[in-house]
């Protein structure tokens, strides 16, 4: 048993990028003087606002309970190191994913509270996803009896979410058909739904209606005897919208990280948030420019006076919003900086006619430090969503901190 385990982490750690298997690191920050021959971006987690964007959200919810939805790798900011700094916060009853790779991946690296996994899994991954108490979404008739093969003959519990489409439209089985399936799952020998979820569309009356839809489903089932779990409704914006949409549990993606989905809500006075990251890149390149030459492949930004020119070793490759060059700012020093061009590997920042600064200090392009460098700043600046901003690829570094 013990040795089985063991492969199988070491088939799961060989199929990740070295990003996700390193070793969560406390370290203390960086100061921009440090010449630590830097080459790449990093992203910088705060454990302190995790925990307390947590705690926020469990709050404004009544004091439910949050199921952390942490899909397309936390939005780029690292689904296994965030897993593991929210696991430390009681508010916290587990994660939810789109990806059965990825749900592996937070387990073998030591999760331990539930994963839901909102998404179908490859056959080949069926058996470690049970091993590992992954629990698997049924939601349709076809993927019941993918389940069901599965599980195979084990006399294990097999524990199931029930997930329902009531009018997103995208993924559940139709709310119509559900009690159907409910009754065929909890027919089965061992197996008992510990979750029924769906997700709510924004439009505030549209939302209402779909709890109604998941409401006489549930009173349906309840009816039967059939027992429905845990159950969840509510991303980000349906949390702060629609009380009713709390149920048993809430789950939302954004908000933990520190944004909301809307800006301008009351919300946002009554439980602030706390940004939880950073993003920073550290010069690589720093030359004075001569007045009557450009910058970029259109010759997108002109100099008109000699002008400092730094290079960041970050573009919209990496997942750095390629309007940031429409008037986006980075921080260095005690300053902010004006972006002037942003190209897929690189981004340009001028420094006026005379610099202090030299190659290998560090700019912060996203963080808390300044409202025009923060998420929903940084929109605001560049005409974008703040919601956008983060999706960063998961080849860049994480580091972790307690706090900021
Ligand atoms: C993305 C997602 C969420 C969380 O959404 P946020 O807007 O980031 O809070 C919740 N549930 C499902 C099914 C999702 O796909």
Same mark, same amino acid.
């Given at each position: 048993m013990k040795s089985s385990r063991r492969q199988f982490i070491s088939k799961i750690t060989r199929g990740l990028t070295a990003v996700s298997i390193l070793p969560i690191s406390f370290s203390k920050a960086l100061s921009i003087s440090d010449d630590l021959g830097l080459s790449k971006p990093w992203i910088e987690l705060s454990k302190a606002a995790y925990l307390h964007n947590a705690s926020q959200i469990s709050q404004m919810a009544g004091g439910r309970p949050v199921i952390a939805v942490l899909k397309n790798n936390a939005y780029g900011l690292g689904d296994v190191q965030v897993a593991q700094l929210l696991e430390q916060s009681e508010h916290i009853m587990g994660i939810a994913v789109v990806k059965d790779d990825r749900a592996l991946a937070i387990r073998a690296a030591g999760y331990t509270k539930p994963i839901l996994l909102m998404g179908d899994f490859d056959t080949e991954n069926a058996s470690s996803l049970l091993q590992n108490r992954i629990t698997l979404s049924v939601f349709s008739q076809a993927s019941f009896e993918k389940v069901k093969q599965t599980a195979g003959k084990t006399r294990k519990p097999i524990n199931v979410a029930l997930y329902l489409?009531?009018?997103?439209? %995208? =993924?559940?089985?139709p709310f119509q058909e559900a009690v159907e399936l409910a009754r065929a799952i909890a027919n089965t020998?061992?197996?008992?739904?510990t979750q029924t979820f769906s997700t709510l569309t924004t439009p505030r009356d549209f939302a209402q209606e779909q709890i109604k839809r998941f409401e006489r489903v549930i009173k349906e089932l309840d009816a039967n005897k059939i027992p429905t779990g845990t159950k969840h409704l509510a991303p980000s914006y349906s949390i702060l919208d629609v009380s009713a949409s709390h149920q048993d549990a809430v789950r939302p993606g954004i908000m933990l990280h520190?944004?909301?989905?809307? =800006?301008? %809500?009351?919300e946002s006075q009554r439980y602030p948030l706390q940004l939880s990251y950073r993003l920073k890149a550290p010069i690589i390149r720093l030359e004075k420019l001569r007045a009557g030459e450009t910058i970029g492949f259109s010759r997108f930004y002109p100099i008109e006076k000699d002008e400092w020119i730094a290079t960041l070793p970050i573009g919209w490759a990496d997942g750095y919003d390629s309007g940031a060059e429409n008037g986006a700012k980075v921080l260095l020093g005690d300053q902010l900086w004006p972006v002037v061009n942003v190209n897929a590997s690189h981004t340009n920042v001028s420094l006026g006619g005379q610099t202090k600064f030299k190659v290998g200090d560090v700019a912060t392009l996203i963080g808390p430090e300044r409202s025009e460098i923060t998420p929903e700043g940084f929109s605001k600046l560049v005409g974008g969503h703040n919601y956008l901003q983060i999706n960063y690829k998961e080849s860049i570094t994480k580091h972790v901190y307690d706090t900021f």
């Open positions: 489409d009531t009018g997103l439209g %995208r =993924m559940g089985i020998t061992n197996w008992t739904i520190g944004s909301f989905p809307l =800006m301008d %809500r009351p």
